[in-house]
């Protein structure tokens, strides 16, 4: 099982980004997937979940300026972030889950800043 996140950067406040993680390893379209961050100092914090009908979940956060999808055809998750905060610095990460388990990628840098 792999999850590779790619997408992150550097933004100015205001700005956009998307976030995308290539699964790989497991049946893609039967799993949840999840996007969770890391700021420093501070715990993981869940952002969003996609379930494998296509429902959706936001921290009320992010609710209104993160919008999570997947493609099953290309096993892979994206998170769009507009109207992007200094508070939204973090470390991102994808998660599936599979089975009872959960397993994670290694993480996207998101800086914001001006």
């Known amino acids: 099982v792999q999850l590779v996140e790619s997408g992150g950067g550097l933004v100015q406040p205001g700005g956009s980004l998307r976030l995308s993680c290539a699964a790989s390893?497991?049946?893609?379209?039967?799993?949840?997937m999840k996007w969770a961050r890391q700021a420093p100092g501070k715990g993981l914090e869940w952002v969003s979940s996609?379930?494998?009908?296509?429902?959706?979940a936001y921290a009320d956060a992010v609710k209104g300026r993160f919008t999570i999808s997947r493609d099953n055809a290309k096993d892979t998750v994206y998170l769009q972030m507009n109207s992007l905060k200094a508070e939204d610095m973090a470390v991102y990460y994808c998660?599936?889950?599979?089975?009872?388990?959960?397993?994670r990628g290694q993480g996207t840098q998101v800086t914001v800043s001006s």
């Open positions: 998660s599936a889950i599979i089975d009872v388990n959960e397993v």
């Open positions: 390893g497991f049946t893609f379209s039967r799993s949840t």
């Open positions: 996609i379930l494998n009908d296509g429902s959706t």
